[in-house]
């Protein structure tokens, strides 16, 4: 069986992050299924999904060492095309992937205690993102 579900979000540019652990596992327990996997992906090329403890400081730390690992500014050759001042956004986004996929388990994530699902803007405006989050079991 498969089930598939848009989760739409919007955010505040660089570096917002959004915990989207509650919104899976609603659409997990909606799709009935209880042995298999679940695939969220972001559409886009400057947005990034994964899996992380969701509390402020890793909130703060994860954006900045992206930051300093590639840092924003006009330098990237992509800003020869767009001149849109974001090469470093689909390089961050590239970076961590735009997909995640997780096993479910007697009809739940199989997580850990302090892994949650995120989504990580790395674009440099708000944007609103569609994620499709897409479940595969029995």
Same mark, same amino acid.
């Given at each position: 069986?498969?089930?598939?579900?848009?989760?739409?979000?919007?955010? /505040?540019?660089?570096?917002?992050?959004?915990?989207?652990?509650?919104?899976? $596992?609603?659409?997990? /327990? /909606?799709?009935?299924?209880?042995? &298999?996997?679940?695939?969220?992906?972001?559409? !886009?090329?400057? &947005?990034?999904?994964?899996?992380? +403890?969701? +509390? *402020?400081?890793?909130?703060?730390?994860? *954006?900045?060492?992206?930051?300093?690992?590639?840092? *924003?500014?006009?330098?990237?050759?992509?800003?020869?095309?767009?001149?849109?001042?974001? !090469?470093?956004?689909?390089?961050?986004?590239?970076?961590?992937?735009?997909?995640?996929?997780? *096993?479910?388990?007697?009809? /739940?994530? $199989?997580?850990?205690?302090?892994?949650?699902?995120?989504?990580? $803007?790395?674009?440099?405006?708000?944007?609103?993102?569609?994620?499709?989050?897409?479940?595969?079991?029995?």
């Amino acid at each position: 069986m498969v089930f598939q579900e848009h989760l739409e979000i919007h955010t /505040k540019g660089n570096s917002d992050m959004n915990d989207l652990t509650h919104e899976v $596992e609603e659409a997990v /327990k /909606k799709s009935q299924i209880q042995t &298999g996997i679940v695939h969220i992906f972001n559409i !886009g090329s400057t &947005g990034a999904i994964g899996a992380i +403890e969701f +509390e *402020p400081g890793l909130q703060q730390d994860l *954006p900045e060492f992206l930051n300093k690992l590639m840092p *924003p500014s006009r330098d990237y050759k992509h800003e020869l095309a767009w001149h849109d001042g974001n !090469g470093h956004s689909h390089l961050q986004a590239t970076l961590l992937g735009p997909s995640l996929t997780i *096993p479910i388990c007697r009809g /739940k994530l $199989e997580l850990g205690t302090w892994q949650q699902i995120f989504h990580l $803007e790395c674009d440099i405006k708000p944007r609103r993102r569609r994620i499709v989050v897409t479940i595969y079991g029995e």
